[in-house]
């Protein structure tokens, strides 16, 4: 069993993602609407896999993906920045900020799963080493 964290602010979004990921049975996602609230949540269960928005009212998903980098606890969990915003720049940014993948919105459940999947993968044989 895996846990995915989803932080956007769009609770349709949310829905939506959790719906996909829990659809193969694997998967339990949390979710929150509020960056602070993700941040505690993540501190506390240290998910498998964040999926964090880019774009939110307060801490934006830079800000909180930073501070998700400066803890040891949440440290090397990693980080699917996804976004509406397509600008080239805000994907060097995210990625250069420890997200692991850059995702855009809307994004399809295929593209989604296939990404999810990779990194959990990648994970699980890195910890079977």
């Not at 506390?44 to 896999?49: A, F, N, Q, T």
């Not at 850059?102 to 989604?112: G, Q, W």
Request: with cysteine; aromatic share 6%.
């Amino acid at each position: 069993m895996h846990s995915i964290l989803i932080i956007d602010d769009d609770p349709k979004i949310c829905l939506t993602l959790k719906l996909w990921l829990e659809s193969d049975g694997d998967i339990i996602v949390r979710i929150h609407n509020r960056a602070r609230l993700g941040l505690i949540s993540a501190l506390r269960s240290r998910p498998d896999l964040i999926i964090l928005d880019y774009e939110m009212p307060g801490l934006d998903g830079l800000s909180l993906q930073e501070k998700l980098g400066r803890w040891q606890r949440t440290r090397f969990i990693p980080v699917v920045m996804l976004t509406g915003n397509q600008e080239s720049k805000t994907r060097e940014t995210a990625l250069y900020q420890y997200a692991e993948r850059f995702l855009t919105k809307p994004t399809s459940r295929e593209a989604l799963l296939e990404c999810v999947n990779r990194i959990l993968n990648t994970r699980r044989k890195e910890k079977a080493v």
